[in-house]
């Protein structure tokens, strides 16, 4: 994340990479998509304000074409709507960030169990290369965004090993949020080196089909994440957010 380490409020420039292609998805689905990522991925920083004029523009598509994407980002909490000044990126509070970890805990441990009494050879395997990746990725020194699609990978060969169909629906309605949570701690030098280390102690109770171990293991690297989150986002509750593309 070399342009921001997440300080709310610092412009980014470009806005977005330009037009909307309309022949690969719905337009609206694409407009949606192309802002979530930009958010997700630290294109648009938190605090920063998303004004209509400004992304009609840029992205070529009508003003009720914005207004509903911002709505149903505002639905997600990756945007909020302020009284008199329109919608910006939202910033998570240390407090919104603490429950955030406690409802993840609620939800990955259990996952951890299913996908050890449920997932095939093959996807323990999966899951032990996911890991295998992001280690490479950490030793190399990548950036956050590198390690978070690493990480984004490891969900989604748990959720599917898991094979619960109705907590995989509510992590993945989660995902969004969480994916900020994720993201902030990982901004903190030398974090992404020592969630490997945590994530592989999953792995190890994965592939020796301890549930317990392995549920044990995902609680450390969710409360060790939580105290390195809390730390920046207190740091970041000082920062001034005057961002304004308008």
């Known amino acids: 994340m070399a342009r921001s380490d997440l300080q709310p409020g610092k412009p980014s420039s470009p806005l977005l990479a330009g037009p909307v292609d309309r022949v690969a998805a719905p337009l ?30 840029q992205l070529e598509v009508s003003r009720a074409t914005v207004r509903e994407v911002l709505a149903r980002l505002a639905s997600e909490g990756l945007v909020t709507v302020v009284p008199q000044r329109g919608a910006i990126v939202s910033v998570m509070s240390p407090a919104e960030a603490a429950d955030m970890y406690k409802v993840r805990t609620v939800l990955e441990q259990p996952a951890v169990r299913f996908f050890v009494q449920r997932a095939s050879d ?21 950036g956050p965004k590198d390690f978070l699609r690493g990480k984004d990978h490891f969900y989604e060969v748990l959720i599917a090993g898991a094979n619960s169909p109705v907590l995989g629906t509510v992590m993945r309605g989660l995902a969004a949020r969480a994916r900020v949570v994720r993201a902030i701690s990982l901004t903190v030098p030398g974090r992404p080196v020592i969630a490997v280390r945590e994530l592989t102690a999953v792995v190890e109770a994965v592939e020796a089909r ?37």
Not at 37 to 57: D, K, S
Not at 122 to 142: F, I, N, Q, W
């Open 28 to 57: 609206r689905e694409r407009v949606l998509e192309i802002l979530r990522q930009a958010i997700l991925n630290f294109e648009l920083l938190p605090g920063e304000r998303l004004t209509e004029r400004r992304l009609v523009e």
């Open 122 to 142: 093959a996807e323990v395997a999966e899951l032990r290369a996911c890991v295998d990746r992001m280690a490479v990725t950490a030793a190399a020194g990548g």
């Open 210 to 246: 301890d549930a317990d171990g392995a549920a044990e293991a995902c609680g450390r690297h969710l409360s060790n994440g939580m105290k390195t989150g809390m730390t920046k986002l207190r740091a970041l509750e000082n920062v001034p957010r005057t961002a304004d593309r308008s």
